[in-house]
């Protein structure tokens, strides 16, 4: 993570916010926690040069803007300073998935299915907008502690690759590798449904929630992996070859949703739909969820 330090505070020039600390870096930014002067509100603030501004930074803001639900990040506004466009959002007090997971080695199944019950309804949501976020991940779910809880809420975050014109299919090869569908990866005919897309990577997010490592991987190192091994991978990816640990004890059912998320063919894909009716994910699912996020049983 930058250090304040480090970083330029654009924050300064706009008199309305001030910078408390920041929150960290991404490939095309930074993010800071900003307090607005009138009225002591905290925001998480992500600026982006705006040199840099290209379509994804466009889709960010247009997309993330249209959604409101309580498992998505709420988007604030976003506001012009002399070097960046700043995008003002909801600030999660309880860091990403991913550092949750990574501190635990792996989840509970009932801790795996309170997250994973959270991320369909929000990513279902933003599908039934139109948004497909196409960089599902444990990094950009991230975790908001409330009194009372036993757990944080999820929160989808970054919708800096998402894509919401329902009427062409996706074409650009977007995300990140470990979590890309097959068809994105493989593209043959330069299409591919962000949606469809999307389920996939949910399910690897179960795939490492249940077992504290990703079902397809290119060999740790090298920061640019080989296109043989991409296409190894691939392979696997093809041919559902993934382990499913027998020294982890995941129910049959937990099991056979896992399967039917990782399914290569997007046609046989499991639909959203069908992960909320099944009976997995049904289980412990109390009638607020999606509707306040508060009121889950584990
Ligand atoms: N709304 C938020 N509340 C709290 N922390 C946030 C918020 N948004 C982003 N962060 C944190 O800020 C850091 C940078 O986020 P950002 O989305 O720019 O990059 P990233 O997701 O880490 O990487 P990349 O964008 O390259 O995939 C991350 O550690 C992220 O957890």
Redesign the pocket.
């Known amino acids: 993570?930058a250090t304040a330090a480090a970083e330029p505070d654009p924050l300064r020039e706009t008199g309305r916010y001030e910078r408390v600390q920041s929150?960290?870096?991404?490939?095309?930014?930074?993010?800071q926690?900003g307090r607005k002067l009138h009225n002591n509100e905290l925001a998480?603030i992500?600026f982006l040069k705006r040199s840099d501004v290209n379509k994804y930074v466009e889709s960010e803001i247009l997309n993330h803007s249209m959604l409101r639900h309580p498992h998505v990040?709420q988007f604030k506004e976003v506001f012009l300073t002399s070097d960046y466009i700043c995008i003002a959002?909801?600030?999660?007090t309880g860091?990403?998935l991913f550092q949750y997971v990574q501190q635990q080695a792996r989840l509970k199944e009932a801790v795996a299915r309170w997250f994973f019950q959270q991320l369909v309804i929000g990513v279902d949501y933003c599908h039934k907008r139109g948004v497909a976020n196409r960089?599902i991940k444990l990094?950009?779910t991230?975790l908001q502690k409330v009194d009372g809880l036993p757990l944080p809420l999820l929160k989808i975050?970054?919708f800096?690759y998402s894509k919401a014109d329902m009427r062409s299919a996706a074409k650009s090869k977007v995300g990140?590798l470990t979590y890309m569908a097959p068809e994105v990866l493989v593209n043959r005919d330069g299409k591919y449904d962000g949606k469809v897309a999307d389920i996939w990577s949910c399910g690897v997010m179960l795939y490492v929630m249940f077992y504290g490592r990703y079902p397809f991987e290119v060999p740790a190192g090298a920061a640019m992996p080989k296109a043989t091994e991409i296409l190894s991978m691939l392979d696997n990816m093809v041919r559902q070859r993934y382990e499913l640990p027998t020294k982890v004890e995941i129910s049959d059912l937990g099991k056979d949703l896992l399967k039917k998320m990782l399914l290569p063919d997007p046609k046989e894909r499991i639909t959203l739909e069908e992960v909320m009716k099944h009976p997995w994910f049904t289980t412990n699912l109390p009638p607020e969820v999606g509707r306040t996020g508060v009121g889950i049983r584990v």
Do not use: H, P, Q, R
Not at 23 to 31: D, E, I, N, R, S
């Open positions: 993570m929150l960290g870096k991404g490939a095309f930014g930074f993010v926690l998480a992500k990040i959002m909801e600030y999660a860091g990403s960089d990094e950009n991230l975050c970054d800096g990140t």
